[in-house]
């Protein structure tokens, strides 16, 4: 369908005509397709595997107070700004920047980043199918030390002592992750790599496949994929919970997840912890909510959808805890160990320790198939929200491939699974790990303070409430304000900083990563960010006038650019020639 935009100029009492051809907007088929779309992206594989160690680690329902502060004061405000300017401006994560030129280098940031992300995060997902089609066995194949992958180090005894004889001893669990499904008894290191191993990229190409019929169509597919792999989680989880409180240890393993220690909040490292996890989990800074929100009725309540998904997406991140710390606390009575010997974090907890407790249960096939099942809906729904992001985004700044979205998705998604074929080979563990440290750290958070900048200080926080105030018919009250133009800035800021500051080099295990590795990680994050000051530098370069006329230009809404050309700049008030005197 398109619609012909007919505009009527004035010039000199004579009228003049012109007429274009335009389409409408594509919009979500109902409301609750973008709500599970955004939660879906937000409730992720971290949710599960990250936020329940921090909380036993960092003082138990004491790390509750930094988390849900830092919420406050900068997960909300951030999550509602990103969908507020998605939906007025009604583009992608760098068409929206038309609000302030200069700063849609911002824009393909976090495209990048976004598409750097999916270059490993697709492959933890092909982990689960591979798990998932290998628990369709009588007997699960992470319960023995029989297997022609283990070593002479594998002990089917969990309760290791410490002496010096037991510290090389490995489960049947680790060992089936890192030796019968990532095959990295092959691999000397990142300089090792080897050949794909075909399982994992036919389990690999079976995501991307599925990844390319879910989006192809834009956002009318994926409205109705997000039915089930947003929901199915949450069903899951209940089940896996109701399990796991039945079995013995569990109790022990909820109460020392709920045990309060306020003492832990004078510790530095708890309060950074609290904040990095904020950051990360609402899934701000990477054009997704920007992306999602874009398909918007331009009249639909942002404000009220950033307070309900926000909050949706802790209080999974809490609820989440109870389900694995049930399953902790069995593990720990079960092998007489502490429960510290047992918790852990990322990939550890979901491929080596949680199937490790799932194989201990009567039917533990059946418990192994729905647990792999919700970390494939958990992951794929995330998956689709990245790369949404980048084919939105890419589309909305080069019109003419909105023709061709179909062919565009495809290269998008094919060339994701080329790129991720490095970390299914035999050391693509060590290519995960890079990706994983470098990719998305320090660079969404970089790119999250530009953001905020931009909108508050350059745009103006006046100018994007009114812009909310005409979307929803309601202004932002002076909280949402005060946080847009001083405390989140201010705590993206010192995130950066901290990040900087507290930076430590990948390791793999025991394995440290070469110099050159580390370099290579570091160019990935830096490519993402200095397009930030790239872009800004050719937008000054290519406007015509000289300097503060350029200046005028690039920071003034590409709609009220016939303002500048008579005179009439309101985005700044200094006076030009005063900066050179």
């Known amino acids: 369908m398109t619609v012909e935009l007919i505009l009527v100029k004035e010039h000199n ?10 389409s409408p907007r594509e919009t979500w088929g109902k409301k609750i397709d973008f709500l599970l779309s955004v939660i879906g992206f937000a409730v992720d594989l971290a949710n599960v595997w990250r936020f329940p160690y921090l909380c036993y680690k960092n003082g138990g329902g004491a790390f509750l107070v930094p988390y849900l502060f830092f919420m406050v004061i900068a997960g909300m405000p951030l999550f509602y700004m990103e969908l507020a300017l998605g939906q007025y401006n009604r583009e992608g994560a760098a068409g929206v920047w038309k609000i302030c030129p200069i700063f849609k280098g911002v824009g393909f940031t976090v495209i990048l980043i976004s598409l750097y992300v999916g270059f490993y995060y697709n492959v933890i997902i092909a982990w689960a199918l ?32 410490n002496s010096l004889n037991d510290t090389h001893k490995s489960t049947p669990a680790a060992e089936y992750f890192e030796r019968g499904v990532l095959h990295l008894q092959d691999s000397e290191g990142i300089a090792d790599l080897g050949l794909p191993r075909w399982q994992l990229t036919s389990c690999l190409a079976v995501v991307i496949v599925v990844l390319y019929f879910s989006l192809w169509k834009g956002v009318k597919t994926s409205g109705k994929v997000v039915w089930i792999t ?4 949450y069903v899951v989880l209940t089940v896996l919970l109701l399990r796991g409180v039945t079995l013995p ?5 909820i109460k020392a997840y709920l045990s309060v220690d306020f003492l832990r909040l004078c510790e530095p490292q708890v309060w950074i912890d609290a904040a990095t996890q904020i950051c990360f989990s609402l899934g701000v800074g990477f054009g997704v909510l920007i992306a999602f929100s ?9 404000y009220r959808d950033a307070i309900i998904t926000s909050s949706i997406n802790s ?7 109870f389900v ?6 069995y593990m720990s009575h079960k092998h007489s160990v502490p429960l510290d010997k047992v918790a852990t974090d990322g990939p550890g907890l979901v491929f080596i320790i949680y199937p490790e407790a799932i194989a201990t249960l009567p039917g533990s096939s059946v418990w192994a198939v729905i647990f792999f099942i919700m970390l494939l809906t958990l992951g794929i729904d995330s998956a689709m929200g990245g790369m949404e992001s980048v084919i939105t985004g890419l589309m909305d700044e080069f019109k003419f491939l909105h023709k061709h979205r179909e062919l565009f998705t495809l290269f998008i998604v094919v060339s994701t699974f080329l790129i991720s074929l490095f970390c299914v080979t035999n050391g693509g563990i060590y290519v995960f790990t890079l990706l994983d440290h470098f990719a998305a750290g320090t660079s969404i958070l970089f790119g999250v303070l530009i953001e905020a900048i931009g909108i508050a200080w350059f745009y103006g926080v006046d100018r994007f409430s009114d812009d909310i105030e005409e979307m929803i018919g309601q202004r932002p009250g002076l909280y949402w304000r005060l946080c847009w133009k001083f405390v989140s800035p201010c705590f993206l800021l010192f995130m950066v900083v901290v990040s900087f500051a507290t930076f430590n080099p990948p390791n793999y295990g025991t394995y440290t990563f070469p110099i050159w590795a580390n370099m290579i990680g570091w160019c990935l994050a830096i490519s993402s960010m200095t397009m930030v000051p790239l872009y800004a530098m050719y937008k000054m370069c290519t406007l015509p006038g000289k300097f503060c006329d350029r200046l ?28 050179f005197t």
């Open 13 to 22: 009492g004579v009228q003049f005509t012109t007429s274009t051809l335009v």
């Open 130 to 161: 591979f798990y998932l089609f290998s628990s369709f066995t009588g007997e699960l194949p992470w319960v023995h030390c029989n297997n022609t992958w283990n070593s002479p180090n594998c002990s089917d005894l969990w309760a290791f002592n």
């Open 230 to 233: 947003a929901t199915m989680p």
């Open 249 to 253: 240890g569990a109790m022990d393993g």
């Open 294 to 302: 874009s398909y918007n009725k331009f009249s639909n309540n942002c």
């Open 315 to 321: 209080l999974t991140s809490f609820f989440s805890g």
């Open 324 to 329: 694995i710390f049930s399953f902790l606390g």
């Open 552 to 579: 005028a230009y690039a920071i003034t809404p590409e709609h009220e650019h016939h303002l500048v050309d008579n005179g009439e700049v309101r985005r700044f008030t200094v006076s030009c020639s005063s900066l």
